[in-house]
């Protein structure tokens, strides 16, 4: 629903919420519009009309980033700068001061220019909402575009395939809302101060075939800003403002097709953009200063505001030269990631997007070198969706648990009857500039993964790629060389005969007296670690609390009990282990097999279930697997009786040996140990080193302290969302709907005290140097190997 314009303060310069004040129109923006003025004297473009002076000067803008001669130049290369330029003399001298810029992966030709906002389309390719945009293209039976490809070509199905594209993004990241207290502070500053910081774009080449294709002025950085300036001016306006493919429309029966900026449609877009229809004049009626003057005595806010989000400065590249193995969408991505990713920006892309945008870099380098197919990259990326539903003749995949351990195998395992595959994946991430590492391979792949199973939010999805991530970059799911067996060759395989194999293994190794695994277990294991981490029916469990609705049907809370990193931080008093080491004990007992298969069986049915155990018939929820075998079994393969169990790290409220150290300065399960240094006990343990120094215990003890800042997130996100009751927002409670959107936020509305927040800022930067150090030492680590 859009915004009422009853509702918005920038239209009330006295408004006590107002953070941003009007910047003056005059000698601030462009104050008339835009006017097609091709030059008299100078030869015609093959479109019929000689350039403009712009024009011009683009033209010989392109002969130097081409090394061509001026005259090479595309007409309607020509045409789609014109039509998105508001200003004159100023953009004739600054496309002739047109620069090469560099980022880590190539060149960039740049000039910045003013330009129409309307006239500018928001970003098509880009990480932000991918997930989210993906799953609602699908209704349309399409796919997001996820790659720039050679001379900035974009290549769709259709013109309707891009407008679906931006609708389903805007779906997602909705740009007229005005609900929060950040919508409402981004669409007032937008308003009274106009587009502050020059966005970024490319003169990108959209081809759909040779018979339909033309060049269009796309933002990479600015999709936001943007698409939020051209829906609070149609919401003041009464009418659409993003004018950007009004050129694509076909007049006799309102379908659309890509086609070049004409002198003819660039006539008709600045027609369009005096907004005739308005209730309020949007620009002066005429040219001249008097009648600037007087629109600016009579000017409404509604035109105000209009004409300051009008225009912008944009810098737009027209040409890229990739350094040595890089490529045209490595310049395009490196140029937006600058401005969104961690050190460069504080508006970030969510991880998971951002992730997720790098692994279809990497999955599109794996599918050139041949070691994917098209059908399977579809797949990961989210177009095609894989039914959780065995079938044994499903193309390319059988079911969703085999294609979402597909992802990570492809990507992540260094397998020897492949060996330069690996290879081809670090190239791509160096080529990205994050470390080529496992852990990284894993943490970028593991987004696309989730993807494949299905998993939506930044919460759940995180949930999934932390222990997806983890467990992949270990040696014991990764490294093939040091298998009995190459595992990854089985997961297509029927589970019955996965789950005889590993029985077969088993009893070998117990004959032997052997504790290494066989292929077998180790896949079977790994199946129930992808199942039981996306099974919908296990995220999304509920459990009794006790109570009854008036019906007397017992009442129920959601109580997630999939598998994670380390169990939700040791819910329930379970070991905080790691989850793959729960499914490799597991995979050692004949008991644990069974339970592993019954995990696969219950993810790959039309409707997942929640798995349980053969024997019992408890439902293996994540607690119960943790209670069963965070410890390796034992020689009769009973869950729990091994030896060399891990050292649990304690839960909320563990008490170690006769210690009254709470959690967080005892990290052992039989001696209480500081962690703290002024800790109670610190003083008696000088002469010896800490017991964190040891390596197992340091990283139990960094985990540990991850699951406690997850759940204090948590926790700030639960708040976050909460929002007024009946009485402050003003309605019967009757009326009253708690899940309305449109309801303010409590954080907005009550606030935190600034005691609260001044007397965190020590804690948080003490947080921030310990990661940022640690993070450090890992990498420099990393980059010694």
């Known amino acids: ?76 290369f020509v045409r789609a700068i014109e039509a998105v330029s508001a200003g004159g003399r100023e953009n004739i001298d600054a496309v002739r001061r047109a620069q090469w810029r560099r980022n880590h992966a190539g060149l960039l030709s740049v000039a910045q220019l003013v330009v129409c906002v309307p006239m500018v389309r928001p970003a098509t390719v880009q990480p932000r909402m991918a997930a989210s945009a993906q799953r609602i293209m699908r209704g349309h ?25 931006t609708r389903a993004q805007q ?64 919401l003041l306006m009464g009418t659409h403002a993003d004018l950007s493919t009004m050129h694509w429309e076909n007049a006799d029966d309102g379908s659309l097709t890509v086609r070049p900026h004409t002198p003819e449609s660039i006539a008709a877009a600045h027609r369009a953009l005096r907004f005739e229809d308005a209730s309020f004049a949007v620009w002066p009626t005429g040219r001249s200063r008097p009648a600037v003057e007087a629109w600016l005595d009579s000017a409404p806010p ?45 508006t970030l892309w969510g991880k998971s997007d951002d992730e997720a945008f790098k692994a279809r870099t990497v999955v599109n380098d794996l599918v050139r070198r041949d070691y994917l197919a098209e059908e399977q990259r579809d797949v990961f990326f989210g177009d095609r969706q894989v039914p959780w539903e065995d079938d044994p003749s499903g193309m390319p995949y059988r079911n969703r648990v085999v294609a979402t351990t597909h992802v990570m195998v492809s990507t992540v395992v260094d397998d020897p009857a492949v060996p330069s595959r690996y290879g081809v994946v670090r190239e791509t991430l160096k080529r990205l500039r994050v470390p080529n590492s496992p852990l990284q391979a894993a943490t970028t792949t593991a987004s696309l993964a989730g993807l494949v199973a299905g998993l939506e939010g930044d919460g759940e999805m995180g949930q999934f790629t932390a222990v997806t991530a983890r467990s992949f970059r270990k040696p ?44 077998h277990q180790r896949a079977l294991a790994v199946l129930a670690l992808v199942a039981h981490a996306a ?60 339970q592993l298969e019954a995990i696969v069986r219950a993810a790959i049915v039309k409707e997942p279930v929640v798995p349980v155990d053969p024997a019992t018939g408890a439902e293996m929820l994540e607690e119960w697997l943790r209670r069963a075998w965070a410890k390796p079994p034992g020689i009769d393969g009973r869950p729990g009786t091994g030896p060399g169990s891990p050292a649990p790290v304690p839960t909320p409220g563990f008490r170690a040996g006769d210690s009254d150290l709470p959690d967080g300065q005892g990290l052992r399960s039989a001696v209480a140990v500081p962690l703290w240094p002024d800790g109670p006990g610190a003083e008696g343990d000088r002469g010896s080193a800490d017991p964190l120094a040891e390596i197992g215990a340091w990283e139990r003890a960094v985990v540990a302290l991850a699951d406690e800042i997850d759940h204090v997130a948590a926790r700030a996100s639960v708040l976050a969302g909460i929002r007024v009751d009946a009485v402050r927002a003003g309605v019967d409670e009757e009326d009253y709907d708690p899940d309305d959107e449109n309801l303010p936020l409590m954080i907005d509305e009550v606030g935190i005290d600034p005691d609260v927040e001044n007397g965190t800022d020590e804690s948080l930067e003490s947080l921030r140097r310990f990661l940022r150090q640690g993070v450090m030492a890992y990498l420099r680590q990393q980059a010694r190997r």
């Open 535 to 594: 099974n919908p029916a296990l995220r999304n469990y509920r459990r009794p609390d006790g109570g009854t609705h008036p019906d007397g049907t017992p009442r129920t809370i959601r109580y997630p009990s999939s598998m994670t990193l380390t169990g939700r931080g040791g819910r329930g008093g379970v070991m905080k282990v790691e989850a793959d080491v729960v499914v490799m004990n597991a995979a050692r007992s004949a008991e644990g097999i069974d």
């Open 1 to 76: 629903m859009a915004a009422r314009k009853s509702t918005f303060r920038f239209l009330d310069p006295r408004h006590e919420n107002l953070i941003s004040d009007a910047v003056p129109l005059d000698g601030v923006f462009p104050m008339l519009p835009p006017q097609f003025e091709p030059m008299r004297g100078e030869p015609a473009l093959s479109d019929g009309e000689p350039p403009t002076e712009l024009g011009k000067a683009v033209m010989d803008w392109y002969a130097k980033a081409h090394d061509c001669p001026s005259e090479e130049t595309p007409a309607e």
């Open 476 to 519: 014991e799911l990764r490294d093939i060389a040091q298998h009995d067996g190459n595992w990854t060759e089985l997961i297509d395989r029927d589970v019955e005969e996965i789950a005889e194999g590993a029985r077969r293994e088993l009893a070998a190794a117990l004959q032997a007296k052997r504790t290494r695994i066989g292929r």
């Open 141 to 165: 039976g399409q796919s997001l575009i996820h790659e720039v490809g050679s001379g900035l070509r974009i290549r769709a199905r259709s013109a309707a395939h891009l407008i679906n594209i």
């Open 171 to 234: 779906e997602v990241r909705v740009p007229h809302a005005y609900v929060n207290e950040a919508e409402k502070e981004f669409a007032d500053s937008l308003a009274l101060e106009g587009i502050r910081e020059p966005i970024r774009g490319f003169l990108y080449d959209v081809y759909v075939s040779d018979d339909e294709r033309g060049y269009l002025v796309e933002t990479d950085d600015g999709w936001t800003r943007v698409s939020v300036a051209q829906s609070f001016m149609g």
């Open 302 to 346: 509604e035109a105000q505001a209009t004409l300051r989000m009008m225009t912008a400065r944009m810098d737009i590249g027209i040409a890229v030269d990739p350094y040595r193995r890089n490529s045209a969408h490595d310049v395009v991505y490196a140029d937006m990631a600058r401005f969104h990713v961690k050190g460069q920006n504080p």
